[in-house]
């Protein structure tokens, strides 16, 4: 067999096994709705949890820190590609998180590569949830390739991590885990997570990609949202491509922690800075962020009346307070046929398949939003009532 005929077999297995994955082309921005093949879809399938995407005044930010800055930011942050927009975005990060320092990554997946490594070398363990997103599970794998050992503990289950903490040895520990789970929505138990980190003397590393912006007092997080502090064992990742509505993501933490990060964390010293414009558009985001009460008592609205009109229904949705209500179906084939009958009806609810989540529990990814309007939630009830 040639290099790509053994590619190709791979690819033919994926696709005898149903699991071909495909993109869809949008004909319209981030919103509501989804223009997909000359039809309009109300659209379950983003993280723009709060709207913001096609918010006029962000455009507008981004427009005008274009004009000013130009388009790119020509070098990474410590060879000259740190501008003022970048800047001035950090420390409104810092202050609005609550921590000493804030740096920020073109993507999430690169500030989770970011931390854990230049954290965990040789002599540290890692402790992970086995849930946790694929790029803390990269950044794990990398970790493992500094010399660190590496345990995963199974989803939320705090005895077994404070086992697997008693019996390490390492001189240094980090605890790694998502704040909000992104294919089950529900919170991890931070108070104890940190409780563990205390008593184990370990780095707390949060990746807050689904609480950053819609959990918490001003939407500051989970970490809020739990009445947690700002803790100087905390590491706290945020992704702002979701709520935030435009791309990126920051490391919150201590002084000295973010300091480590500047010097020795490759994946922000190897990289260019993000566009400068981006940064314009982000610190107007966060400022809607802030204020935006509104839009999150309409999301969680939303999400109380999805959850009340589907108690009714064969299919149940996982225990979720967040914008991810999983609607959990079984089977891959099942999933897969509930998706595109809503997709016949002009709803667009994505079907999530294993490896993505565990075999047998195939399900719906409702990502609900403040954009949706009542009749939008509504509508999929009495779609999902039809189809049941
Ligand atoms: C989306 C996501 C990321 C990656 O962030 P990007 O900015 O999309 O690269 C990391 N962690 C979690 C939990 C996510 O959901």
Redesign the pocket.
């Known amino acids: 067999m040639s290099l790509t005929e053994r590619l190709q077999a791979e690819l033919d297995d994926i696709a005898a096994a149903g699991l071909t994955r495909r993109r869809r082309v949008l004909a319209s921005p981030c919103g509501r709705t989804a223009v997909v093949d000359g039809r309009e879809l109300i659209n379950f399938a983003s ?1 723009d949890y709060l709207g913001l995407a096609g918010d006029p005044a962000l455009a507008a930010a981004f427009a005008h820190g274009a004009r000013q800055w130009g388009t790119g930011s020509g070098a990474s942050h410590l060879l000259g590609g740190h501008l003022e927009p970048h800047e001035k975005l950090e420390t409104e990060l810092a202050a609005f998180t609550g921590f000493a320092r804030a740096l920020t990554f073109s ?6 590569l970011a931390v854990t490594p230049t954290l965990a070398g040789r002599g540290a363990a890692v402790f992970a949830d086995k849930l946790n ?1 694929a ?2 599970i990269d950044a794990m794998q990398l970790a493992k390739a500094n010399g660190a050992a590496i345990h995963r503990y199974p989803h939320a289950d705090l005895s077994a991590l404070e086992r697997l903490l008693a019996a390490s040895a390492a001189a240094s520990k980090l605890i790694v885990s ?1 704040t909000v789970f ?1 294919m089950d929505g529900d919170l991890a138990p931070l108070p104890q997570l940190l409780e563990l980190a205390e008593r184990y003397d370990a780095w707390l590393i949060l ?1 807050d ?2 609480g950053f912006g819609v959990l918490g007092e001003n939407g500051r997080g989970s970490l809020a949202h739990c009445g947690l502090p700002a803790a100087e064992r905390i590491l706290l ?1 945020g ?4 709520a935030a509505g435009v ?3 920051f490391v919150a933490g201590s002084e000295t922690a973010i300091d480590y990060l500047l010097q020795k964390g490759r994946a922000y010293i190897f990289t260019t800075a993000a566009p400068p414009a981006v940064a314009c558009a982000l610190s107007h985001s966060l400022q809607r962020i802030a204020a935006g009460d509104d839009l999150r008592q309409r999301l969680f609205a939303h999400i109380a009346r999805l959850q009340d009109g589907a108690a009714g229904l064969p299919w149940r949705l996982l225990p979720s307070a967040t914008a991810i209500q999983p609607l959990i179906v079984g089977g891959n084939a099942a999933a897969v046929a509930l998706s595109d009958a809503l997709w016949q009806r002009g709803l667009w609810a994505p079907a999530i398949r294993p490896p993505t989540v565990p075999a047998g529990t195939a399900r719906l990814r409702l990502s609900l939003s403040a954009a949706h309007t009542t009749d939008d939630i509504d509508k999929l009830l009495a779609a999902l009532r039809e189809l049941s």
Do not use: E, Q, V
């Open positions: 993280n993507t999430g997946y690169l500030a989770n997103h790029s803390l998502d992104s990746d990609a689904h990742m992704t702002l491509g979701k791309g990126g993501a």
